[in-house]
Protein backbone atom coordinates (compact mmCIF):
# COMPACT_ATOMS: atom_id res chain seq x y z
CA UNK A 1 0.00 0.00 0.00
CA UNK A 2 1.10 3.33 -0.61
CA UNK A 3 2.22 5.33 2.11
CA UNK A 4 0.40 8.10 3.29
CA UNK A 5 0.07 12.08 4.92
CA UNK A 6 -3.07 12.12 6.31
CA UNK A 7 -5.01 13.92 9.13
CA UNK A 8 -8.60 11.56 9.86
CA UNK A 9 -10.83 13.55 12.20
CA UNK A 10 -13.14 10.75 13.64
CA UNK A 11 -16.78 11.55 12.49
CA UNK A 12 -18.76 10.75 15.41
CA UNK A 13 -19.02 14.49 15.40
CA UNK A 14 -18.39 17.17 12.82
CA UNK A 15 -15.72 19.69 13.86
CA UNK A 16 -16.77 23.17 13.64
CA UNK A 17 -14.18 25.90 14.55
CA UNK A 18 -16.19 28.59 15.18
CA UNK A 19 -15.06 29.84 18.37
CA UNK A 20 -11.06 29.66 19.67
CA UNK A 21 -10.05 29.32 23.43
CA UNK A 22 -8.47 32.66 24.16
CA UNK A 23 -6.12 31.39 27.01
CA UNK A 24 -5.03 27.31 28.14
CA UNK A 25 -7.95 26.76 29.68
CA UNK A 26 -11.51 24.93 27.73
CA UNK A 27 -14.09 26.58 27.39
CA UNK A 28 -17.39 25.41 26.75
CA UNK A 29 -18.46 28.25 23.85
CA UNK A 30 -22.22 27.77 24.15
CA UNK A 31 -21.86 29.35 27.20
CA UNK A 32 -21.36 32.65 25.79
CA UNK A 33 -24.73 32.62 24.04
CA UNK A 34 -28.42 32.48 25.03
CA UNK A 35 -28.89 30.31 28.18
CA UNK A 36 -31.80 27.48 29.00
CA UNK A 37 -34.49 29.54 30.54
CA UNK A 38 -33.43 32.95 28.80
CA UNK A 39 -35.80 34.26 26.63
CA UNK A 40 -34.63 34.57 22.61
CA UNK A 41 -34.84 38.33 20.99
CA UNK A 42 -37.03 38.55 17.72
CA UNK A 43 -34.77 38.25 15.52
CA UNK A 44 -35.31 38.44 11.84
CA UNK A 45 -35.02 35.16 9.56
CA UNK A 46 -34.38 36.43 5.80
CA UNK A 47 -33.21 33.57 3.14
CA UNK A 48 -35.79 30.94 4.70
CA UNK A 49 -36.26 27.96 1.60
CA UNK A 50 -39.17 25.60 1.91
CA UNK A 51 -40.46 28.17 4.50
CA UNK A 52 -44.30 28.50 4.32
CA UNK A 53 -46.41 31.17 6.43
CA UNK A 54 -49.11 30.53 8.92
CA UNK A 55 -51.30 31.79 5.90
CA UNK A 56 -49.64 28.61 3.94
CA UNK A 57 -48.04 30.97 1.33
CA UNK A 58 -44.16 30.52 0.71
CA UNK A 59 -42.35 32.65 2.24
CA UNK A 60 -38.66 33.94 2.19
CA UNK A 61 -38.42 36.01 5.52
CA UNK A 62 -39.97 35.45 9.06
CA UNK A 63 -39.25 35.97 12.75
CA UNK A 64 -38.90 34.27 15.73
CA UNK A 65 -42.34 35.44 16.80
CA UNK A 66 -44.06 33.74 13.96
CA UNK A 67 -43.03 30.33 15.52
CA UNK A 68 -44.67 30.96 18.76
CA UNK A 69 -47.66 28.49 19.94
CA UNK A 70 -45.00 25.57 18.52
CA UNK A 71 -42.60 23.72 19.89
CA UNK A 72 -39.38 24.96 17.96
CA UNK A 73 -36.37 22.73 17.06
CA UNK A 74 -33.46 24.57 15.45
CA UNK A 75 -30.95 22.79 13.53
CA UNK A 76 -27.56 24.14 12.95
CA UNK A 77 -26.34 21.97 10.18
CA UNK A 78 -23.90 22.09 7.31
CA UNK A 79 -23.57 19.84 3.96
CA UNK A 80 -20.24 18.87 5.28
CA UNK A 81 -21.44 17.20 8.38
CA UNK A 82 -22.41 13.35 7.94
CA UNK A 83 -24.24 13.32 11.15
CA UNK A 84 -26.22 15.83 10.23
CA UNK A 85 -27.20 14.53 6.61
CA UNK A 86 -27.92 11.38 8.58
CA UNK A 87 -31.22 13.70 11.12
CA UNK A 88 -32.68 14.58 7.84
CA UNK A 89 -34.83 11.71 7.42
CA UNK A 90 -35.58 11.68 10.80
CA UNK A 91 -36.72 15.16 11.52
CA UNK A 92 -38.64 14.92 8.18
CA UNK A 93 -40.50 12.00 9.44
CA UNK A 94 -40.97 13.60 13.19
CA UNK A 95 -42.18 17.13 11.60
CA UNK A 96 -44.94 14.79 9.93
CA UNK A 97 -45.52 12.72 12.60
CA UNK A 98 -46.20 15.49 14.94
CA UNK A 99 -47.86 18.08 12.58
CA UNK A 100 -48.30 21.76 13.43
CA UNK A 101 -47.48 21.32 17.05
CA UNK A 102 -43.75 21.27 16.16
CA UNK A 103 -41.22 23.16 13.78
CA UNK A 104 -38.06 22.12 13.10
CA UNK A 105 -36.05 24.83 11.15
CA UNK A 106 -32.21 23.78 9.85
CA UNK A 107 -29.81 26.90 10.01
CA UNK A 108 -26.76 26.68 7.77
CA UNK A 109 -24.07 29.63 7.64
CA UNK A 110 -23.17 28.02 3.94
CA UNK A 111 -24.52 30.07 1.11
CA UNK A 112 -27.46 29.04 -1.49
CA UNK A 113 -24.82 28.59 -4.74
CA UNK A 114 -23.43 25.78 -1.58
CA UNK A 115 -26.86 24.23 -0.05
CA UNK A 116 -29.50 24.06 -2.91
CA UNK A 117 -27.86 22.13 -5.87
CA UNK A 118 -26.01 19.62 -2.54
CA UNK A 119 -29.69 19.27 -1.01
CA UNK A 120 -31.33 18.54 -5.05
CA UNK A 121 -28.37 15.23 -5.30
CA UNK A 122 -28.86 14.42 -1.72
CA UNK A 123 -33.03 14.60 -3.07
CA UNK A 124 -31.85 12.19 -6.00
CA UNK A 125 -30.03 10.00 -4.52
CA UNK A 126 -32.48 9.11 -1.44
CA UNK A 127 -35.72 9.22 -3.87
CA UNK A 128 -37.42 11.46 -2.10
CA UNK A 129 -38.38 15.41 -1.29
CA UNK A 130 -37.53 16.80 2.29
CA UNK A 131 -39.83 19.45 3.05
CA UNK A 132 -37.89 21.20 6.45
CA UNK A 133 -37.70 24.86 6.13
CA UNK A 134 -34.04 25.89 5.88
CA UNK A 135 -32.26 29.29 7.19
CA UNK A 136 -29.55 29.53 4.23
CA UNK A 137 -26.73 31.93 4.97
CA UNK A 138 -27.14 32.75 8.89
CA UNK A 139 -25.11 34.57 10.92
CA UNK A 140 -27.46 35.85 13.40
CA UNK A 141 -28.62 32.27 14.78
CA UNK A 142 -25.53 31.21 14.81
CA UNK A 143 -23.91 34.20 17.29
CA UNK A 144 -26.79 33.67 19.48
CA UNK A 145 -26.78 30.39 19.89
CA UNK A 146 -22.70 29.69 19.37
CA UNK A 147 -21.19 26.28 19.15
CA UNK A 148 -18.21 24.14 17.77
CA UNK A 149 -19.68 20.84 16.62
CA UNK A 150 -22.60 19.57 14.49
CA UNK A 151 -25.53 18.76 14.44
CA UNK A 152 -26.33 21.42 17.11
CA UNK A 153 -30.06 21.63 18.49
CA UNK A 154 -31.31 24.39 20.65
CA UNK A 155 -34.96 23.81 21.44
CA UNK A 156 -37.46 26.85 22.30
CA UNK A 157 -40.85 26.23 23.40
CA UNK A 158 -44.32 27.81 22.55
CA UNK A 159 -43.29 31.46 24.43
CA UNK A 160 -39.77 31.50 22.72
CA UNK A 161 -38.07 30.50 25.67
CA UNK A 162 -34.89 28.22 25.24
CA UNK A 163 -36.19 24.63 26.83
CA UNK A 164 -32.96 23.01 25.92
CA UNK A 165 -29.68 23.03 23.73
CA UNK A 166 -28.73 19.31 22.84
CA UNK A 167 -26.66 17.12 20.54
CA UNK A 168 -28.94 15.16 18.03
CA UNK A 169 -29.66 11.83 20.39
CA UNK A 170 -31.75 13.83 22.58
CA UNK A 171 -34.14 14.50 19.15
CA UNK A 172 -36.93 11.89 19.87
CA UNK A 173 -39.99 11.24 19.77
CA UNK A 174 -40.33 10.52 23.03
CA UNK A 175 -38.63 13.42 24.00
CA UNK A 176 -40.72 15.24 22.37
CA UNK A 177 -43.88 13.70 23.20
CA UNK A 178 -42.29 14.60 27.01
CA UNK A 179 -42.24 17.93 26.18
CA UNK A 180 -45.82 18.16 24.24
CA UNK A 181 -47.19 16.91 27.42
CA UNK A 182 -45.94 19.41 29.52
CA UNK A 183 -43.75 17.02 31.71
CA UNK A 184 -40.48 17.87 30.19
CA UNK A 185 -37.63 16.05 31.73
CA UNK A 186 -33.97 16.53 31.77
CA UNK A 187 -32.27 16.33 28.95
CA UNK A 188 -28.30 16.19 28.87
CA UNK A 189 -27.16 19.40 27.70
CA UNK A 190 -24.49 19.53 24.87
CA UNK A 191 -21.33 21.01 26.06
CA UNK A 192 -18.69 22.53 23.22
CA UNK A 193 -15.62 22.67 24.67
CA UNK A 194 -12.58 24.19 22.83
CA UNK A 195 -9.16 25.22 24.10
CA UNK A 196 -6.27 27.24 22.25
CA UNK A 197 -4.70 24.48 19.83
CA UNK A 198 -2.76 24.94 17.29
CA UNK A 199 -2.39 21.54 14.96
CA UNK A 200 0.61 23.07 13.29
CA UNK A 201 2.88 23.01 16.11
CA UNK A 202 3.52 20.41 18.85
CA UNK A 203 1.12 19.50 21.48
CA UNK A 204 1.60 21.53 24.68
CA UNK A 205 4.51 23.34 23.31
CA UNK A 206 4.57 27.19 24.83
CA UNK A 207 1.13 26.21 25.74
CA UNK A 208 -0.44 25.22 22.88
CA UNK A 209 -3.12 22.89 23.60
CA UNK A 210 -1.94 22.96 27.60
CA UNK A 211 1.78 23.33 29.41
CA UNK A 212 5.10 22.25 28.00
CA UNK A 213 8.00 23.70 26.36
CA UNK A 214 10.49 23.52 22.84
CA UNK A 215 12.15 20.37 22.54
CA UNK A 216 13.71 18.25 20.15
CA UNK A 217 12.23 15.24 21.36
CA UNK A 218 9.16 14.26 23.85
CA UNK A 219 6.76 11.60 24.11
CA UNK A 220 4.35 11.93 26.14
CA UNK A 221 0.71 10.41 27.09
CA UNK A 222 -2.21 11.88 28.76
CA UNK A 223 -5.83 10.87 29.95
CA UNK A 224 -8.84 12.51 27.93
CA UNK A 225 -8.52 16.21 27.19
CA UNK A 226 -11.50 18.44 26.63
CA UNK A 227 -11.57 20.83 24.14
CA UNK A 228 -9.50 18.81 21.83
CA UNK A 229 -11.16 16.98 18.81
CA UNK A 230 -10.39 13.13 18.54
CA UNK A 231 -8.28 12.90 15.28
CA UNK A 232 -5.03 11.35 14.04
CA UNK A 233 -1.92 13.46 12.83
CA UNK A 234 0.85 11.99 11.12
CA UNK A 235 3.70 15.13 9.56
CA UNK A 236 6.62 16.81 10.35
CA UNK A 237 5.96 19.58 13.25
CA UNK A 238 6.15 22.83 12.39
CA UNK A 239 10.10 23.91 13.66
CA UNK A 240 10.84 20.24 14.40
CA UNK A 241 13.49 19.26 11.85
CA UNK A 242 12.16 15.22 12.28
CA UNK A 243 8.51 13.44 12.56
CA UNK A 244 6.03 13.69 14.70
CA UNK A 245 2.76 11.19 16.24
CA UNK A 246 -0.07 12.89 16.92
CA UNK A 247 -3.09 10.95 18.46
CA UNK A 248 -6.09 12.97 20.60
CA UNK A 249 -8.70 11.62 22.74
CA UNK A 250 -8.43 8.13 21.15
CA UNK A 251 -9.68 5.20 23.16
CA UNK A 252 -6.19 2.00 23.17
CA UNK A 253 -7.19 0.38 20.49
CA UNK A 254 -7.01 3.38 18.02
CA UNK A 255 -3.44 4.31 19.44
CA UNK A 256 -1.91 0.85 18.56
CA UNK A 257 -4.56 0.70 15.26
CA UNK A 258 -2.36 3.67 13.97
CA UNK A 259 0.84 2.51 15.34
CA UNK A 260 0.71 -0.41 13.99
CA UNK A 261 -0.01 0.91 10.82
CA UNK A 262 3.11 2.23 10.42
CA UNK A 263 2.26 4.89 8.10
CA UNK A 264 -0.17 2.74 5.70
CA UNK A 265 -3.84 3.48 5.74
CA UNK A 266 -4.38 3.13 9.10
CA UNK A 267 -6.45 -0.80 10.44
CA UNK A 268 -10.28 0.03 11.11
CA UNK A 269 -12.74 -2.18 12.86
CA UNK A 270 -12.79 -4.66 9.72
CA UNK A 271 -9.09 -5.55 10.00
CA UNK A 272 -8.82 -5.60 13.86
CA UNK A 273 -9.45 -8.36 16.29
CA UNK A 274 -9.83 -7.78 19.66
CA UNK A 275 -9.14 -10.95 21.83
CA UNK A 276 -8.78 -9.10 25.29
CA UNK A 277 -10.91 -9.46 28.27
CA UNK A 278 -10.56 -5.87 28.24
CA UNK A 279 -12.41 -5.26 24.71
CA UNK A 280 -15.13 -2.89 26.57
CA UNK A 281 -12.23 -0.24 27.30
CA UNK A 282 -11.68 -0.36 23.68
CA UNK A 283 -14.76 -0.17 21.71
CA UNK A 284 -17.85 1.95 23.26
CA UNK A 285 -20.28 -0.63 24.12
CA UNK A 286 -23.93 0.54 22.79
CA UNK A 287 -26.06 1.26 25.58
CA UNK A 288 -22.70 3.91 27.32
CA UNK A 289 -23.14 7.46 26.44
CA UNK A 290 -20.61 8.55 23.89
CA UNK A 291 -18.99 11.65 25.83
CA UNK A 292 -18.57 9.91 29.36
CA UNK A 293 -17.07 6.68 27.97
CA UNK A 294 -14.61 8.64 25.79
CA UNK A 295 -13.69 10.68 28.70
CA UNK A 296 -12.99 7.76 30.68
CA UNK A 297 -11.18 5.56 28.02
CA UNK A 298 -9.52 7.77 25.82
CA UNK A 299 -5.64 8.86 25.65
CA UNK A 300 -3.79 11.75 24.47
CA UNK A 301 -0.27 10.90 23.01
CA UNK A 302 2.37 12.58 21.31
CA UNK A 303 5.55 11.41 19.76
CA UNK A 304 8.51 13.77 17.99
CA UNK A 305 12.02 12.25 17.25
CA UNK A 306 14.92 14.16 15.92
CA UNK A 307 15.62 13.72 12.20
CA UNK A 308 18.57 11.39 12.82
CA UNK A 309 15.06 9.51 14.33
CA UNK A 310 12.92 10.14 11.57
CA UNK A 311 13.14 6.81 9.71
CA UNK A 312 12.81 5.01 12.85
CA UNK A 313 9.76 6.94 14.28
CA UNK A 314 6.92 3.94 14.37
CA UNK A 315 9.66 1.41 15.85
CA UNK A 316 10.06 4.31 18.75
CA UNK A 317 5.77 4.27 19.04
CA UNK A 318 5.24 0.64 18.90
CA UNK A 319 7.87 0.16 21.75
CA UNK A 320 6.13 3.55 23.81
CA UNK A 321 3.29 1.49 23.56
CA UNK A 322 4.08 -1.43 24.78
CA UNK A 323 5.24 0.18 28.22
CA UNK A 324 2.71 2.12 28.33
CA UNK A 325 0.44 -0.27 28.52
CA UNK A 326 2.12 -3.39 29.73
CA UNK A 327 -1.28 -5.62 29.85
CA UNK A 328 -1.54 -5.96 26.19
CA UNK A 329 0.42 -7.03 23.20
CA UNK A 330 -0.13 -6.77 19.75
CA UNK A 331 0.63 -8.16 16.33
CA UNK A 332 -0.42 -7.92 13.13
CA UNK A 333 -0.85 -11.07 11.14
CA UNK A 334 -2.00 -12.25 7.75
CA UNK A 335 -5.49 -13.80 7.02
CA UNK A 336 -7.79 -14.60 5.20
CA UNK A 337 -10.87 -12.07 5.03
CA UNK A 338 -13.48 -11.86 2.41
CA UNK A 339 -12.95 -7.87 0.56
CA UNK A 340 -14.60 -5.87 -1.94
CA UNK A 341 -11.50 -5.83 -4.47
CA UNK A 342 -10.73 -3.39 -7.24
CA UNK A 343 -9.81 -5.58 -10.29
CA UNK A 344 -9.12 -4.60 -14.03
CA UNK A 345 -11.68 -6.15 -16.51
CA UNK A 346 -9.85 -5.22 -19.80
CA UNK A 347 -5.80 -5.54 -21.00
CA UNK A 348 -6.29 -2.04 -22.35
CA UNK A 349 -5.34 0.64 -20.46
CA UNK A 350 -8.21 3.08 -20.31
CA UNK A 351 -7.19 5.25 -17.77
CA UNK A 352 -3.25 6.52 -18.02
CA UNK A 353 -3.26 10.18 -17.31
CA UNK A 354 -2.19 12.78 -19.94
CA UNK A 355 -0.56 14.89 -17.62
CA UNK A 356 -1.14 17.96 -15.74
CA UNK A 357 -1.79 19.73 -12.32
CA UNK A 358 -2.52 16.29 -9.78
CA UNK A 359 -5.91 16.60 -8.44
CA UNK A 360 -7.73 14.49 -6.18
CA UNK A 361 -11.44 15.73 -5.79
CA UNK A 362 -13.87 13.29 -3.84
CA UNK A 363 -17.50 14.14 -2.68
CA UNK A 364 -20.54 12.14 -1.45
CA UNK A 365 -21.69 11.66 -6.01
CA UNK A 366 -18.59 11.22 -7.21
CA UNK A 367 -14.89 11.94 -7.44
CA UNK A 368 -12.23 13.26 -10.17
CA UNK A 369 -8.75 11.96 -10.48
CA UNK A 370 -5.98 13.92 -12.63
CA UNK A 371 -2.95 12.76 -12.58
CA UNK A 372 -3.26 11.03 -9.56
CA UNK A 373 -2.71 7.62 -7.75
CA UNK A 374 -5.38 5.34 -8.33
CA UNK A 375 -4.78 4.09 -4.55
CA UNK A 376 -6.53 7.07 -3.44
CA UNK A 377 -10.00 6.01 -4.56
CA UNK A 378 -9.81 3.00 -2.29
CA UNK A 379 -8.17 4.91 0.61
CA UNK A 380 -11.09 7.71 0.52
CA UNK A 381 -13.71 4.93 0.44
CA UNK A 382 -12.50 2.81 3.36
CA UNK A 383 -11.79 6.00 5.35
CA UNK A 384 -15.16 7.53 4.48
CA UNK A 385 -17.60 6.81 1.99
CA UNK A 386 -17.92 2.95 2.54
CA UNK A 387 -17.20 3.05 6.65
CA UNK A 388 -20.22 1.33 6.68
CA UNK A 389 -19.30 -1.59 4.07
CA UNK A 390 -18.88 -4.90 5.88
CA UNK A 391 -16.04 -5.32 3.74
CA UNK A 392 -12.51 -4.17 3.86
CA UNK A 393 -11.48 -2.43 0.44
CA UNK A 394 -8.28 -3.37 -1.71
CA UNK A 395 -6.90 -2.68 -4.92
CA UNK A 396 -5.37 -5.39 -6.94
CA UNK A 397 -5.08 -4.01 -9.63
CA UNK A 398 -1.63 -3.55 -9.59
CA UNK A 399 -1.74 -0.39 -11.36
CA UNK A 400 0.75 2.22 -10.38
CA UNK A 401 0.86 5.12 -12.75
CA UNK A 402 -0.77 8.19 -12.55
CA UNK A 403 -4.36 8.39 -14.06
CA UNK A 404 -7.65 9.94 -15.27
CA UNK A 405 -11.09 9.17 -14.53
CA UNK A 406 -13.89 11.27 -13.88
CA UNK A 407 -17.15 9.35 -12.61
CA UNK A 408 -20.64 10.16 -11.55
CA UNK A 409 -21.63 8.03 -8.51
CA UNK A 410 -23.13 7.30 -5.10
CA UNK A 411 -19.82 6.13 -3.38
CA UNK A 412 -21.58 4.30 -0.85
CA UNK A 413 -22.79 1.98 -3.33
CA UNK A 414 -20.58 -1.02 -4.92
CA UNK A 415 -23.26 -1.12 -7.53
CA UNK A 416 -23.59 2.70 -8.83
CA UNK A 417 -19.74 2.68 -8.29
CA UNK A 418 -18.90 -0.31 -10.91
CA UNK A 419 -21.21 0.84 -13.38
CA UNK A 420 -19.07 4.31 -13.67
CA UNK A 421 -16.52 2.47 -13.47
CA UNK A 422 -17.13 0.27 -16.65
CA UNK A 423 -15.41 2.63 -19.16
CA UNK A 424 -12.03 2.87 -17.65
CA UNK A 425 -11.65 -0.96 -17.07
CA UNK A 426 -12.49 -1.22 -13.58
CA UNK A 427 -14.70 -3.21 -11.26
CA UNK A 428 -15.10 -4.05 -7.41
CA UNK A 429 -15.42 -7.86 -6.90
CA UNK A 430 -16.11 -9.38 -3.70
CA UNK A 431 -13.40 -12.03 -3.25
CA UNK A 432 -11.02 -14.06 0.08
CA UNK A 433 -7.33 -12.16 -0.19
CA UNK A 434 -4.95 -12.34 2.21
CA UNK A 435 -4.99 -9.48 4.63
CA UNK A 436 -2.99 -8.00 7.66
CA UNK A 437 -4.99 -7.78 10.46
CA UNK A 438 -4.19 -6.40 13.82
CA UNK A 439 -4.97 -8.57 16.83
CA UNK A 440 -4.71 -7.39 20.75
CA UNK A 441 -4.73 -9.72 23.13
CA UNK A 442 -4.07 -9.73 27.07
CA UNK A 443 -0.03 -10.33 27.85
CA UNK A 444 0.19 -13.49 30.06
Same mark, same amino acid.
Given at each position: ???????????????????????? %????? /? /????????????????????? %??? =??????????????????????????????????????????????????????? +??????????????????????????????????? @????????????????????????????????????????????????????????????? !?? =?????????????? /??????????????????????????? =???????????????????????????????????????????????????????????????????????????????? +??????????????????? /?????? %???????????? !????????????????????????? @??????????????????????????????????????????????????????
Amino acid at each position: MQKMLFNIVLAALCLFFKANAQDN %KAIDV /T /TKGIQIGQQVPDIALTGLHNY %KDK =NGRPAATARLSDFRGQLLILDFWATWCSPCMAMIPKMDSLQKQFGNKIRFLSVTY +QTPAEVLPFMQKYEKQKGRHYELPMLIGDSLLSKT @FPYKTLPHYVWLDNTGKVLYITSSREVTQENITSVLSGKSKLLDRKQDFTIAYDPEKPLFN !GG =NGGGGESMVYHSVL /TGYTPGLGASFNFKRAAGIRGARITLL =NVPVKNLFAFVYARGQTVFNDKRIAILSRDSMLMTRPKDAKPLEWQAKNSYCYELIVPDPLKNELFNVAVNDLERLFPQY +QASVKPQAQMCMVLVRTSE /TDKMKS %KGGSPVADFNPF !GFKLQNFPLARLTAQLNVIYMQKSP @FWISDETGYTGPVDIAVSADLSSFDALNKALEPYGLKYVQKSIMVDKLIIDDKN
